[in-house]
């Protein structure tokens, strides 16, 4: 994260929209706590934020339903995050445009996963809207609410650099392990259906 902030502070508001076409929450929250810190305008950082985001959905939503041939050797190793985007577009339709913006790992699958289920491209663009607006508003305003507690942590982090490598691996394991496990319950779920 403390590349990201120098990043923002030498770029600005054109690293918040290159990142946020991306999806990415950590730029939202730099930027939200940047300008806790006077360096950058709340607003008009999370106004881009949104924008951004939103064009970058929908971005990935026209590439799905247009030019599904070009992007699918892409996806080939990722079969088990496409049916795991699948299965959460299938059980929540319209939510699952919110709740894919704040699932690290498939926020990219889920409007192609739509795009190909041939979901209706004005749907997914009104409902985009709200949930970019949504994503950027809960992100940011918490970030910037909690700057002090941020700043505060990277102070600590600066002090034990070791820490943070032992945080990653262990969020990246907790989010692989949740992942398999609603995975495998679908699974035995399936089969005992059957």
Do not use: C
Not at 25 to 31: K, Y
Not at 89 to 113: C, E, H, N, W
Not at 136 to 146: E, F, L, Q, T
């Amino acid at each position: 994260m403390e590349d990201t902030l120098t990043s923002l502070t030498t770029w600005g508001y054109l690293a918040v929209a290159f990142f946020s076409f991306g999806g990415s929450l950590v730029v939202v929250a730099a930027a939200a706590v940047l300008s806790y810190m006077g360096k950058m305008d709340l607003y008009v950082a999370l106004s881009i934020a949104a924008l951004f985001n939103f064009l970058g959905d929908n971005f990935l939503f026209y590439l799905g339903k247009y030019h599904k041939e070009d992007i699918k050797p892409y996806f080939k190793k990722h079969k088990q995050k496409i049916a795991l985007s699948t299965l959460i577009m299938r059980k929540y339709g319209v939510s699952a445009i919110f709740i894919q913006k704040f699932l690290y790992g498939i926020k990219t699958l889920i409007p192609i996963s739509m795009s190909l289920a041939k979901y209706d491209f004005k749907k997914f663009v009104f409902y985009n809207i709200f949930a970019s607006i949504v994503f950027v508003g809960v992100i940011g305003m918490s970030s910037y609410y909690a700057s002090e507690s941020i700043i505060a942590l990277f102070d600590n982090f600066k002090d034990r650099p070791w820490i943070v490598p032992i945080l990653l691996f262990s969020f990246i394991g907790g989010a692989f392990f949740i992942m398999n496990t609603i995975l495998n319950r679908r699974k035995k779920k399936k089969l005992k259906n059957q």
